[in-house]
C-alpha cells in the first residue's frame, strides 16, 4: 500500500529522509534505498537543508521515484519565485512525484553558500494556497493550466520554547491545514512526556501528525541539540544511557528505534532523520520492529 494510501486510511506510516548527494555520483543513495524499500513507506526529500548546496529535490525525488521508491518532496520559497515555483511543482508531478511537504527553509546564513541572495518571493501560506490553486487548474496569475495536478501535501511545524510560543506555531500550522495541508511534521521527539501533551492539543488541526526521529549519534550532538535548538529538553537519563554505553553508537540506534515504538500509540507515523547516516536505517528500523 502507497504511502498516501496508508495515512488517508489512518495506518501508523514510517518515512524515511534521504538527502540527494551533493555532486552526481548517486551510488551510496541507491544503495542504502535498496535497503529500506519495502520496510518504509516513503522518502522525504529534503530542499537543499542546512542551506547547503546539493542535487535539487526534484532532482532526487525524481531519481528515486524511478527506482520504485515514493517520495515525499520538500519544497520552499527561499530560492525560487512564484514563477518558477509554480514550474517545479508541474515537473514534480509529471516526474512521478505525488506528495509535497512545504517547509520554510533553513536561512543561507547557517549554509556553504553564505553570499546567495534569499528569494522568499511568497510565504509557505501562499505556496499552499498556489498549490492548491494549480490543484483546481489555475496559476497564480489566474490563468488556466492545461491539465491540472493532485498531490498529498504536508506542513511542517517548528519547536517551540515555551508554552506560548507551541500555542503560536499550533495557530500557525492550524492556518497551514486551512490552506490545504493534508499532514504535519514535527519537529524531533525526544520526551515522550512533552510530546503526548503536544499531541493532545495538535489533534485539534485534524490531520494526521507525523513525529520526526532524530538519530542523535553522540552526547556531544544531543548536548548541542539540549541547550540552541527550541522544544522540550532531552531527558537526562537518555543522556546518560549514551554516555554510558559501551557502544555508544550501537545505544543512539537502539534509542532511535524505541522512540519509534513508544510514538507508534501516539501519532500517526515517524520521519527518521538520520543526518548521513542513511545507511545505519535498517539498525534503526530493527531496533523499532519495522
Not at 525560487?80 to 517545479?88: F, H, K, P, T, V
Not at 489533534?203 to 494526521?208: D, E, S, W
Request: charged content about 20%.
Amino acid at each position: 500500500m502507497s504511502f498516501q494510501k496508508k495515512l488517508l486510511a489512518g495506518d501508523f506510516v514510517v518515512l524515511a529522509e534521504f538527502d540527494p548527494p551533493k555532486g552526481v555520483d548517486v551510488s551510496d543513495l541507491f544503495s542504502n534505498i535498496i535497503r529500506v524499500k519495502g520496510r518504509v513507506d516513503g522518502v522525504i526529500v529534503p530542499e537543499m537543508a542546512q542551506a547547503v548546496m546539493r542535487m535539487s529535490a526534484l532532482g532526487g525525488a525524481a531519481l528515486m521515484q524511478q527506482n520504485g521508491m515514493e517520495t515525499v518532496m520538500q519544497i520552499c520559497s527561499r530560492d525560487r519565485n512564484r514563477l518558477a515555483l509554480q514550474g517545479d511543482i508541474l515537473a514534480a508531478y509529471m516526474l512521478g512525484v505525488k506528495n509535497l511537504l512545504v517547509v520554510p527553509g533553513d536561512e543561507i546564513m547557517y549554509g556553504d553558500h553564505i553570499d546567495a541572495t534569499p528569494i522568499s518571493d511568497i510565504d509557505e501560506l501562499t505556496l499552499l494556497r498556489a498549490i492548491k490553486g494549480l490543484e483546481k487548474g489555475a496559476d497564480m496569475a489566474g490563468m488556466e493550466l492545461k491539465g491540472s495536478p493532485k498531490f498529498l501535501t504536508g506542513c511542517s511545524i517548528r519547536g517551540a520554547k515555551n508554552e506560548m510560543a507551541m500555542e503560536a506555531e499550533l495557530e500557525l500550522a492550524q492556518r497551514k491545514v486551512n490552506e490545504g495541508a493534508q499532514f504535519v511534521i514535527t519537529p524531533p521527539v525526544f520526551n515522550i512526556p512533552a510530546f503526548t501533551y503536544f499531541m493532545d492539543k495538535a489533534k485539534a488541526l485534524g490531520v494526521p501528525i507525523i513525529a520526526t526521529v532524530f538519530l542523535l549519534k553522540s552526547v556531544g550532538v544531543a548536548q548541542y541539540i539540549s541547550t540552541n535548538v527550541p522544544g522540550p529538553p532531552i531527558p537526562d537519563e537518555m543522556m546518560a544511557r549514551i554516555r554510558k554505553a559501551p557502544d555508544r553508537i550501537a545505544e543512539c540506534l537502539t534509542i532511535a528505534g524505541e522512540l519509534i515504538i513508544a510514538l507508534k500509540d501516539l501519532c500517526q507515523g515517524v520521519q527518521v532523520v538520520t543526518m548521513g547516516w542513511e545507511n545505519r536505517l535498517p539498525a534503526i528500523l530493527d531496533a523499532a520492529h519495522v
